[in-house]
């Protein structure tokens, strides 16, 4: 069982350790033994100790065309030690990059890719088999799937699966020595798809790993309505996030919108101003554990699926929460 650990230039986010639960669910009966980690690029051995107390081997996958992101080659590279450890099955988390790289690595082996999966159950008549649930269409729909026998790629749905804690036959090994180098044999067409240059467009937490997210909809009503909004988000260390009414207001860029066709986040809190609940706003913080909102209908779907609501105008409960805290941390 190979478990691809997706990771920006080292940094690993917890969802990315959520895969190993996942490789166990998929591997069935297997030990955390014959679960193996792929780490691919030249940070890789600074996440390799972290993700080495969850598994037993971390395969790290050097080569010069992986120096930074690159779908292609990272595929390539990744079904090359699909074929060399004659795994059982190859899965990431269904982020945006787990996806693409496992889209890849599953065309190169020409095996089916199963994304967005939820659940996963051996068939108990034939351990060849199973049976699974999986997101589609942005999470509006669970299908339910039986996956006949055979080499296979699956992502976990992000958030689906608990993170988890292999322990290993032996704690008095190190995680060094249970570091394997894989160098794939890449020509120089896998690196034509590859980050060249990043420009930052702000600095602190992201929209994805904010403990809390303070998001505003249409009732906020223009850019300036979001000052408010961003000195709340600031208070609670969190970040601001949006609706798609908002982006296409041009109110907010679109990488702060949240939804179906935006970010999916899962902070601690989610406080909803002035967002009506929208199937495809949902669908993108479903996975916080708790929802605040703030709208002045009290028959809104934000206000009726949240844990808590105030009723009333934005422009008055923002500030005034604003200023209690304020007032609070004097
Ligand atoms: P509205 O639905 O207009 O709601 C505004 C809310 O603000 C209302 O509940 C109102 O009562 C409240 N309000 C107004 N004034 C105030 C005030 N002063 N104080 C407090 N409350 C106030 N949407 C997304 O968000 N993300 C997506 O990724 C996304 N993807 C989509 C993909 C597709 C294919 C389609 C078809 C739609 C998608 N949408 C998405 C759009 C979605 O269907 C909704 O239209 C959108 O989420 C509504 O945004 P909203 O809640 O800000 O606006």
Not at 108 to 131: C, K, M, Q, W
Not at 313 to 326: G, K, R, S, T
Request: aromatic share 4%; net charge negative.
């Amino acid at each position: 069982m190979l478990v691809l650990i997706d990771h920006d230039r080292g940094q690993v986010e917890e969802v990315s350790l959520q895969v190993v639960a996942f490789g166990r669910a998929v591997g069935g009966r297997l030990d955390g033994d014959s679960v193996e980690a792929v780490v691919i690029g030249d940070q890789g051995a600074s996440i390799a100790e972290r993700v080495g107390t969850h598994v037993a081997v971390v395969h790290l996958v050097q080569h010069d065309a992986l120096t930074d992101y690159a779908p292609e080659a990272w595929g390539d590279a990744l079904a090359q030690l699909v074929v060399q450890r004659d795994a059982r099955a190859v899965v990431g988390v269904g982020t945006d990059r787990g996806n693409e790289v496992l889209a890849h690595a599953a065309a190169v082996l020409g095996v089916p890719f199963i994304t967005n999966v939820t659940t996963y159950e051996r068939d108990h008549d034939d351990d060849a088999s199973a049976f699974l649930t999986r997101q589609r269409w942005g999470g509006s729909l669970l299908e339910d799937a039986a996956l006949a026998p055979g080499l296979a790629a699956l992502s976990a749905a992000p958030h689906a699966f608990a993170p988890l804690e292999i322990p290993r036959p032996n704690e008095e090994v190190a995680a060094q020595s249970l570091m394997q180098l894989f160098t794939p044999n890449l020509g120089p067409e896998a690196g034509r798809t590859r980050v060249v240059e990043r420009r930052a467009v702000g600095g602190g937490v992201t929209l994805q790993t904010a403990p809390v997210v303070v998001s505003g909809g249409r009732g906020v009503g223009s850019v300036e309505g979001f000052v408010a909004l961003e000195q709340l988000a600031e208070l609670l260390g969190g970040a601001v996030g949006c609706s798609r009414v908002v982006t296409n207001q041009g109110w907010r860029p679109h990488s702060d919108q949240v939804g179906q066709t935006g970010k999916r986040v899962a902070p601690i809190l989610y406080i909803a101003c002035g967002i009506s609940g929208a199937i495809q706003h949902w669908i993108g913080m479903q996975s916080a554990q708790r929802v605040l909102a703030i709208n002045i209908d009290k028959d809104a779907p934000m206000v009726t699926k949240a844990d808590y609501a105030v009723i009333g105008d934005l422009h008055v409960v923002v500030p005034a929460i604003v200023a209690e805290l304020q007032r609070r941390r004097a």
